[in-house]
C-alpha cells in the first residue's frame, strides 16, 4: 500500500499502518519452519495497533537467533552483542522516555551470558519490552544445550547428558521483582499477539517468555504444550478473574489445598466455586504459578500456565530518572556553565 | 619575640597522619590559603588503599604534599622540606620522602609506646631522638594536650575536642610559613554552620595553633614564600576529576546535547560519577550500572538515542568494556570512554598511578577496531582534553578514549579558568527527516571526512538498523562480501586517521625548536618531564620537551619536530607503549626510552639524570 493517500481537500493524511508496513526490505533467513517467523508475524502485526508513530519505535537485540529480528523490523534497530540488549536498552529509554523500545532475546542470550542485566533491568523497572524467545537450545551455534535445557539432555556439548539444572524464567522474573511477566507460544499466535499487546501496555519492564521451536536442533520441545491435539490437557491459559480450569473437557481445575496447588476433577466433589481464581494483581498467587515447572517428562502434575502471570506497577525507572532531573532544575535553575567552573573558590592574579 | 624570617623561593610540605587525623583536608586548607597568596602549586593526595585500615599502623597513614613557589611549579615536587606527622606510623611511612636536613614537625603524643608499636618500631626504637641525630630538624609539639588545652572551655566532649588537632597543627604551619588564617576561619564557619560550636572550636584551635607557634621557641626562624609571577587572570584551584566533570558539562552546553554518564564504580575514576551525578540541572543523567558491560553499553544505548554517551572506569573496567567499544566504533556512534588509569596488571595497585593502559587505549579490541585516543596532561588540562574528547567523538561519530591517570585525577593545581564564551561550538550533524517519497535512506553514506550522519529515532523517515555484523558500505546492510569487508575496514581505518586534520598540531612545551634531546612524553608525565628540561637547560643542555595529548591520531607535523633533534628520549611511567607507537609510525627515528613503573609520579631529578645520559648517545 502507498504510505500516503491524497484526502479530498488534495491535504496529505496519514492512513492507518498495515503489519506489513513494519517489515524491512531484508530477506528473512531462519531456517524453514522456525517458530521465529510467527512471533515476527505477530510482532508486525500488533505494531499499527500501538498508536505509536513508527520513527518513535526501536528493537534492541543482542546476539542468536532470535536476535537477528531488528533487521527485519522497518522501525529503529539495533543487533548489539552477546547478552547486553536489556543494558542498551536501559541508556535509551532513560534518554528518550518518549520511545516505545523493546528487547528481543533468546535463552542463551537473556540467562546466560546477559542474566545480570536481565535481572537488573527487572528490578529497576525501566519501562521497556522484552520479549524472551526460549527454544531450550543454542541454535546459531548449532546446538549447544542453553539454560534452559532440561537436564540430562544429549546435545553436541553434552554427549553423555547435560548436568544443569534449568533456569525457571518465571521463577527469576519474580524472584527480581518484576512488574510484569507472561509467557505465550509460537504455535498459538492469536494468543501470542494478545500477550505482547499486553506486555506493551503495562507500563515498566515487562518480561514475555516465548515458547518458540528451534526446528533443527530442539524439534518438539515444547510439543506437549503446543500440539492442538494435547494442549487443552498440559496447557492451563490464565484469564484474569477466571477459575483455573483445564483438560479436554474444560473438566479439570487447580485448587488451593493451604498454599499448595492440586489438580482435582470437577464433577461431584469440587465445582468451579472451589477452584483458584487468577489474580494477576496478587504477587503471591504469581510465585506459585511460576512454580508451576514440572518436566513434562515425567508423569504429568500440574499444567504449564500461559498468559499475563503478574501485572502490578509502580514508578518505572526512566520516569524517577527524569523526574529528578526536573526536581534539580526547578530546585537549583537551570545549571549556568560560568558558575560550575569558577566553583566556589577563586583568587586574581593582578 | 622577633623570628627571622626567611624567603624561599619554593618550598613542600607532606601532612601525614592516620587516615581519621584529617590529613587530606589540612592539605587542602593549606593548598586554598597558598593559592590565595599568589604562589604557584601543585599538590597529591596518598590514600591508604583501604578504607579503614587499623588505627595508627603503617597501612592507614594519609598523606598530602604541596609544593609551592615565587616561581613557576610543575610537580608536587620529589621530596619535601617539611615534614608534618601525626604519629609513629606517619613517620616511618613518610621519612622517606623527606630531603637530608628537612625540618620534622611531630605531634610527641602519637609517639607512645602503643604507636611505636602499631608502626612496628622495635622495643629499643626511640624514632624522634633517632632523625634528630640523623641530622633532621625536629619540632615535638604536644598536639592532644596543647589542643585540649585551647579548648577547655569549649564545653564540647572530648571526643569532639581531638578533632580540632589538625586545625592546631594547620595555625602552627600557618605561622611558620606567615599565612593568613582568614580563609580557613571562613571555610571552617562555613562547612559547620549548623554547628556553630564545632566551627567555634576549630577555629579557636586554628588560632591557639597559629600563636603558639610564635609563642613559643621551638622554631628558629620562619618562612616566606613570595607570590609567583604567574599569568594574570582569575583563578581556582582544581583535581583532575572535578576538571573532567567541568569539561563534560561545558560539552554538554556546546553541543547543545544531553550527556548521558554509564558507570560502575571504580578506583580512581569514582570522583566523575559522584560530580556528574551532582549536575542534573545541566542537562546530564547519571546511571550507576550493574556492571562495566552495562556501563558502556548503557551508553551506547543513550548515544544511539541522540545523547552523548559517556563511560568511565579504571584499566581492569575498560578491559570489560572492550567488546562493546567495538560495537560502538562498529555502529560509528558518539561514545566517550574515560580509562583514569592506575598501576596494572589486574587488581594492581588501585590507589597508585601508572601509563600502561595506552597500547590497550589504541589497540587492545578484537579485530581492527580504529578508535581516536586522547591524554590529559595535567589536572587542569582534563577540562579541555575532556572537551577536545567529547568534540571528536560528537563530529567525528566515533569512540574516543581519554586517557587520564590516578596522579592526574587527584593531583591539584591553580586553574586559570576560560569563560563559558570563549569555547568553542560543537557541530553535530544530523541525518533529515524523510518523506515516504523521497529515495530510500542510506545510514552508512559519508561526508569528505568519511563521518556518517547521526540517524536519532523520532525522526521521520529514518528507520534503520545498525548492528555488530560487517556492512555493506552505505546501506548498511549485513554483508559477508570480501571486497566490501576489506574496503569497510580501510574506510574505518581512514575515518580515524583523518582526524589528525581536525586537531591542532604539536606544540614545543618546553625549550627550543630545535636542538640536542627532544624528550617526548604524554600524560601526567608533563610537570615532572617539564621541570626536568628547565632544570637541565639551566645546566647549559639543548633539551626540549613535546608533550603528545592526541595520541590516536597523532598530530600531523610530528616528524617534523622530530627532525629537528639529535636525539629523542620518551620517559613513560609503563614498559614502553608510546616508545613502540612511535617505532612503527616513524620507523626511520631512533627512540630512547626510560621506564620507571613503581605507582608513583617520575621524579624530577631522575629525569634530569635520564636526560643528560640520553645527551651522550
Redesign the interface.
Known amino acids: 500500500m502507498s504510505v500516503k493517500e491524497k484526502n479530498t481537500n488534495g491535504q496529505t493524511a496519514m492512513p492507518k499502518l498495515k503489519g506489513k508496513d513494519f517489515a524491512s526490505d531484508q530477506d528473512v533467513r531462519w531456517c524453514p519452519g522456525c517458530g521465529d517467523y510467527t512471533i515476527l508475524k505477530q510482532v508486525q502485526n500488533l505494531m499499527p495497533e500501538l498508536g505509536v508513530p513508527k520513527e518513535n519505535i526501536a528493537f534492541i537485540a543482542g546476539i542468536g537467533c532470535s536476535s537477528r529480528f531488528p533487521y527485519y523490523m522497518d522501525t529503529f534497530g539495533m543487533h548489539s552483542i552477546h547478552g547486553r540488549a536489556p543494558a542498551i536498552a536501559t541508556g535509551l529509554k532513560v534518554t528518550r522516555p518518549e520511545l516505545s523500545v523493546w528487547v528481543i532475546t533468546g535463552d542463551g542470550d537473556a540467562l546466560s551470558i546477559g542474566g545480570n542485566h536481565l535481572i537488573h533491568a527487572l528490578r529497576r523497572n525501566v519501562d521497556i519490552n522484552i520479549l524472551l524467545f526460549n527454544n531450550e537450545i543454542y541454535g546459531l551455534t548449532k546446538g549447544q544445550y542453553s539454560p534452559t535445557s532440561k537436564e540430562g539432555m544429549v546435545t553436541k556439548s553434552t554427549p553423555m547428558g547435560s548436568l544443569d539444572h534449568p533456569f525457571n524464567p518465571a521463577a527469576l522474573a519474580m524472584g527480581a521483582d518484576a512488574g510484569f511477566f507472561a509467557r505465550a507460544m509460537d504455535r498459538d499466535p492469536k494468543h501470542l499477539n494478545e500477550i505482547m499487546a499486553r506486555t506493551h501496555e503495562h507500563k515498566g519492564t515487562s518480561l514475555l517468555e516465548i515458547y518458540q521451536n528451534c526446528i533443527v536442533f530442539n524439534d518438539g520441545a515444547f510439543e506437549v504444550y503446543t500440539d492442538k491435539q494435547r494442549r487443552s490437557e498440559t496447557a492451563l491459559y490464565l484469564e484474569q478473574g477466571k477459575p483455573l480450569v483445564f483438560g479436554n473437557d474444560a473438566d479439570k481445575g487447580i485448587r488451593l489445598d493451604g498454599m499448595k496447588p492440586q489438580v482435582v476433577k470437577l464433577g461431584d466433589e469440587f465445582s468451579e466455586s472451589d477452584l483458584w481464581v487468577h489474580d494477576e494483581k496478587d504477587h503471591f498467587k504469581a510465585y506459585l504459578l511460576s512454580r508451576f515447572f514440572e518436566d513434562n517428562r515425567h508423569e504429568d502434575k500440574l499444567p504449564r500456565p500461559f498468559g499475563v502471570f503478574y501485572d502490578v506497577e509502580r514508578p518505572t525507572y526512566d520516569e524517577m530518572v527524569n523526574l529528578q532531573v526536573e526536581a534539580a532544575v526547578k530546585k537549583m535553575g537551570k545549571g549556568n556553565l560560568d558558575d560550575l567552573i569558577a566553583g566556589t573558590e577563586t583568587w586574581i592574579v593582578r | 619575640m622577633s623570628v627571622r624570617i626567611q624567603e624561599k623561593e619554593d618550598v613542600t610540605i607532606r601532612f601525614a597522619g592516620d587516615s581519621g587525623d584529617g590529613m587530606q583536608l589540612t592539605g587542602s586548607q593549606f593548598t586554598?590559603t597558598t593559592?590565595?597568596a599568589?604562589n604557584d602549586l601543585s599538590t597529591l593526595p596518598d590514600f591508604p588503599a583501604e578504607i579503614r585500615a587499623p588505627q595508627g599502623t603503617v597501612a592507614g597513614v594519609s598523606g598530602f604534599q604541596i609544593h609551592f613557589g615565587s616561581k613557576a611549579i610543575h610537580t608536587p615536587g620529589d621530596s619535601c622540606d617539611v615534614l608534618v606527622v601525626m604519629n609513629a606510623a606517619a613517620l616511618k611511612a613518610n621519612l622517606k620522602y623527606l630531603k637530608a636536613g628537612g625540618i620534622i614537625i611531630a605531634n610527641e603524643d602519637g609517639f607512645g609506646k602503643r604507636d611505636l608499636n602499631l608502626a612496628k618500631y622495635g622495643p629499643e626504637d626511640n624514632p624522634l631522638d633517632q632523625v634528630q641525630t640523623s641530622g633532621f630538624g625536629l619540632v615535638r609539639l604536644d598536639v592532644t594536650k596543647l589542643t585540649r588545652a585551647s579548648l577547655q572551655d569549649s564545653g564540647l566532649p572530648p571526643k569532639d575536642v581531638d578533632r580540632c588537632k589538625n586545625m592546631f597543627v594547620l595555625g602552627v604551619i600557618y605561622w611558620l610559613f606567615s599565612r593568613d588564617v582568614k580563609?580557613t576561619v571562613t571555610f571552617v564557619e562555613k562547612k559547620f554552620s549548623k554547628k556553630p560550636e564545632i566551627a567555634d572550636a576549630n577555629v579557636t584551635a586554628l588560632k591557639a595553633g597559629y600563636a603558639y607557634g610564635g609563642a613559643t621557641e621551638l622554631f628558629s626562624e620562619r618562612y616566606s614564600v613570595n607570590?609567583a609571577q604567574?599569568?594574570?587572570?582569575?583563578?581556582?584551584?582544581?583535581t583532575g576529576n572535578e576538571a573532567a566533570v567541568?569539561g563534560l558539562?561545558?560539552a554538554t552546553?556546546k553541543s547543545g546535547i544531553?550527556l548521558?554518564l554509564?558507570t560502575y564504580p571504580i578506583t580512581p575514576a569514582s570522583d566523575i560519577l559522584h560530580g556528574l551525578s551532582k549536575?542534573?540541572?545541566?542537562?546530564i543523567?547519571t546511571?550507576q550500572?550493574?556492571?562495566e558491560?552495562?556501563a558502556v553499553?548503557?551508553?551506547?544505548?543513550?548515544?544511539?538515542?541522540?545523547?552523548l554517551?559517556v563511560t568511565s572506569s579504571s584499566g581492569p573496567g575498560i578491559a570489560l568494556k572492550t567488546?562493546?567499544i567495538a560495537?560502538a566504533m562498529m555502529?560509528e556512534l558518539p561514545l566517550l570512554i574515560i580509562n583514569v588509569q592506575r598501576a596494572g596488571p589486574s587488581t594492581g595497585m588501585p590507589t597508585k598511578t601508572e601509563q600502561s593502559d595506552l597500547l590497550q587505549a589504541v589497540y587492545g579490541r578484537a579485530g581492527e577496531s580504529p578508535l581516536a585516543v586522547v591524554a590529559p596532561a595535567s589536572p587542569a588540562d582534563c577540562f579541555e582534553m575532556i572537551f577536545e574528547a567529547s568534540r571528536i567523538a560528537l563530529e567525528h561519530m566515533i569512540p574516543v578514549m581519554f586517557l587520564s591517570d590516578g596522579y592526574i585525577a587527584n593531583g591539584a593545581e591553580p586553574w586559570?579558568?576560560?569563560?563559558?564564551s570563549d569555547l568553542k561550538d560543537i557541530n553535530v550533524s544530523y541525518a533529515k527527516p524523510r518523506e515516504?517519497?523521497d529515495e530510500a535512506y542510506l545510514p552508512y553514506l559519508r561526508d569528505d571526512r568519511l563521518v556518517r550522519k547521526w540517524a536519532i529515532?523520532?525522526?521521520?523517515?529514518?528507520?534503520?538498523?545498525?548492528?555488530?555484523?560487517e556492512k555493506e558500505d552505505k546501506t548498511g546492510?549485513?554483508s559477508y562480501d570480501p571486497d566490501n569487508h576489506h574496503k569497510m575496514t580501510h574506510l574505518r581505518a581512514q575515518k580515524r586517521d583523518n582526524i589528525a586534520n581536525f586537531i591542532p598540531e604539536q606544540q614545543i612545551d618546553e625549550g627550543a625548536n630545535s636542538g640536542k634531546v627532544l624528550v617526548v612524553g604524554w600524560g601526567s608525565t608533563y610537570g615532572s618531564i617539564k621541570a626536568a628540561v628547565h632544570e637541565v637547560n639551566r645546566g647549559g643542555l639543548a633539551a626540549s620537551h613535546a608533550h603528545i595529548r592526541y595520541l590516536s591520531p597523532f598530530p600531523k607535523n610530528l616528524e617534523t619536530i622530530f627532525s629537528r633533534f639529535d636525539v629523542i628520549l620518551v620517559p613513560e611511567i609503563n614498559n614502553g607503549q608510546l616508545i613502540k607507537m612511535l617505532r612503527d609510525q616513524f620507523p626511520e627515528y631512533t627512540f630512547h626510552g626510560y621506564n620507571r613503573i613503581t605507582g608513583v609520579p617520575f621524579s624530577v631529578s631522575s629525569l634530569c639524570d635520564a636526560i643528560e645520559r640520553a645527551s651522550k648517545f
Do not use: C, Q, V
Open positions: 586554598n593559592a590565595l599568589g580563609p607570590a604567574i599569568e594574570p587572570g582569575t583563578y581556582r584551584n582544581i567541568i558539562a561545558a552546553e544531553d548521558f554509564g549536575l542534573k540541572n545541566y542537562n543523567r546511571f550500572a550493574e556492571d558491560i552495562a553499553t548503557s551508553a551506547i544505548g543513550a548515544a544511539f538515542g541522540g545523547s554517551g567488546e562493546a560495537l555502529l586559570k579558568f576560560p569563560k563559558s515516504a517519497e529515532p523520532g525522526t521521520k523517515g529514518l528507520e534503520h538498523r545498525i548492528g555488530g555484523l546492510n549485513i
